[in-house]
T-cell receptor
Framework: DTEVTQTPKHLVMGMTNKKSLKCEQH?????MYWYKQKAKKPPELMFV???????INESVPSRFSPECPNSSLLNLHLHALQPEDSALYLC??????????????FGDGTRLSIL | GIQVEQSPPDLILQEGANSTLRCNFS?????LQWFHQNPWGQLINLFY???GTKQNGRLSATTVATERYSLLYISSSQTTDSGVYFC?????????????FGKGTKLTVNP
């Protein structure tokens, strides 16, 4: 079991659907992250939230919309996705010490398939 | 941006063997982590080691920051050690900090 909880674990959706991925942590971490991982590749950063504000967007298409409603929750809203968006989506969190991030802790991920 | 290279890309061991995985990085870093991703996709944090040496059971890691490399040692390997080992680094760059992953070392431990 991990301290970062992601739901759902698996998601199959059509290209016209709207769905959301959820991530929750109760470690008091003020930095939260979304990563995308394709098969046989390393995770790639998508978004970073620091103190509930979006601080990094790695030029992610607008069909992915992040949201951080409070310090414990991170959502990723999905709309009009493409088959190439099928991947493992990982959430992570970390403490912030000044401007240096502490170790990142990852959730188990959501395996997303786009039909 | 910073480059992270891991070697070897693939490693096959018999149970009980020891191994060393290497991570080279192209610039100074303020954060280095080693992760194990098991066959189910779970990414487990093994070490946070921007410098020095740490040990946790059969695993240990050493980072020589001045020479820009880190090593992960696995002793008496077990089949449950199989998976992909990632090294990831982060460099303070004035507000653009992010964790950059190497391509990983795929480890297979046979019984």
């Amino acid at each position: 079991d991990t301290e970062v909880t992601q739901t759902p674990k698996h998601l199959v959706m059509g290209m016209t659907n709207k769905k959301s991925l959820k991530c929750e942590q109760h470690m008091g971490h003020r930095a939260m992250y979304w990563y995308k991982q394709k098969a046989k590749k390393p995770p790639e950063l998508m978004f970073v939230y620091s103190y509930e504000k979006l601080s990094i967007n790695e030029s992610v298409p607008s069909r992915f919309s992040p949201e951080c409603p409070n310090s414990s929750l991170l959502n990723l809203h999905l709309h009009a996705l493409q088959p190439e968006d099928s991947a493992l989506y990982l959430c992570a969190s970390s403490r912030l010490k000044g401007q240096i991030n502490q170790p990142q802790h990852f959730g188990d991920g959501t395996r997303l398939s786009i039909l | 941006g910073i480059q992270v290279e891991q070697s070897p890309p693939d490693l096959i061991l018999q149970e009980g063997a020891n191994s060393t995985l290497r991570c080279n990085f192209s610039d100074s870093v303020n954060n280095l982590q080693w992760f194990h991703q098991n066959p189910w996709g779970q990414l487990i944090n093994l070490f946070y080691i921007p410098s020095g040496t740490k040990q946790n059971g059969r695993l240990s890691a050493t980072t020589v920051a001045t020479e820009r490399y880190s090593l992960l040692y696995i002793s008496s390997s077990q089949t449950t050690d199989s998976g992909v080992y990632f090294c990831a680094v982060e460099r303070f760059a004035g507000g653009s900090e992010k964790l950059v992953f190497g391509k990983g070392t795929k480890l297979t431990v046979n019984p």
